[in-house]
């Protein structure tokens, strides 16, 4: 039903999980554990889907937070449940408040957690190429040092993510990244068709978190498009001329 990252398992005073689609009650295209409250999947199911992530963490449905994502680099400050159960348009939020989950969801783009255990702050990021690109990584680690931690302290870790085998781009999308930094070419390789690239997402997440001087960082290596059975993606889903898609939940709360 989830993974669990080694260097965020031990921490005192933090519990996080990567959910997969494994052990929750959606049907059909969405089987099983659907969190995504933005997918048209049954209402009841996704609800049942969320308590169950809440109960692992032992909180109520309202304390487990989740975005209207937009693929942007905003950051909130989460101190409380979203007023009216209302989700907030952003792609990552941060908390030094016990008891909240901070849930971001994915299915295919990069989902990141970050703690700093010692300063009781935590923080969780959806991170597609729109997001890495303009910043969100950064926006989070400066977020989380306004409320006290320190980012050469903080560790994290990059859930299921789309790999460079299965993410191809055209040619625009290319030059896109190499007009902001010629650098950028080390995350393109060959693909098949002419004019056409390999983007390596994942790798460019972990630049930019090596860039803005995080502690650690780990990639669970763990691709949504090739693993059908535990994880969504969007581009198999796309390929495939399937309507919907279900979206996975990777979470964070302080329990002191």
Known sequence: ?????????????????FFTREG????????????????????EAVAENRRRMAAHFGVTPERLLGLYQVHSSDVLVADGPWLNGERPKADAMVTATPGLVLGVSSADCGPILFADAEAGVVGAAHSG????????????????????????RTLAVLGPTISRAAYEVGPEFVAHFREADAANARFFAASPRPGHAMFDLPAYIAARCAAAGIGRFTDLGLCTYADERRFYSYRRTTHRGEPDYGRLISAIALTR
């Open 1 to 17: 039903m989830f993974i669990e990252a080694d260097i965020l398992k031990d921490l005192p005073g933090i519990r996080h999980a």
């Open 24 to 43: 929750g009650v959606s049907q059909g295209i969405y089987t099983s554990l659907n969190g995504g409250v933005g997918s048209a999947d049954d209402r």
């Open 129 to 152: 190429w729109k997001g890495a690109f303009t910043g969100v990584v950064e926006a989070v680690l400066d977020a989380m040092e306004r409320i006290g931690a320190r980012r050469e």
